[in-house]
């Protein structure tokens, strides 16, 4: 059973930058690993993503400028390093692990983790 545990969120001021972390337990060798984010209102969204080779990484256009995800095998954590942040970017952060349909939709991630928020201020 694969568990991740998101950390990191919280409120910055636009431009600032933030980290977040997610801790992987189990075996997620085989999944891609991918942080979406959800604002009010609004679809859950694909962000940023690593391929099970651990070498190909996407991200998504509008914000592959701003925005990097990275794996620290050896801490099983998932990184994504968000920075000029803008109050657009405020919404709750997940993590999730799974074989996708489609990369940037939730169908397919079997594994989530509870989220972590992240606000910004203008």
């Known amino acids: 059973q694969v568990q991740l545990v998101e950390s990191g969120g919280g409120s910055v001021q636009a431009g600032e930058s933030l980290r977040l972390s997610c801790t992987i337990s189990?075996?997620?060798?085989?999944?891609?690993l991918t942080w979406f984010r959800q604002a009010p209102g609004k679809e859950r969204e694909g962000v940023a993503s690593?391929?099970?080779?651990?070498?190909?990484?996407r991200h998504v256009d509008s914000l592959e400028d701003r925005f990097t995800i990275s794996l620290d095998n050896s801490k099983n954590t998932l990184f994504l390093q968000m920075n000029h942040l803008k109050p657009d970017d405020t919404a709750m952060y997940y993590c999730?692990?799974?074989?996708?349909?489609?990369?940037?939709?939730?169908?397919?991630?079997?594994?989530w983790g509870q989220g972590t928020q992240v606000t910004v201020s203008s």
């Open positions: 999730a692990a799974g074989w996708p349909t489609t990369l940037w939709t939730p169908d397919g991630y079997d594994h």
């Open positions: 189990g075996p997620y060798s085989s999944y891609w």
């Open positions: 690593i391929a099970p080779d651990r070498i190909t990484l």
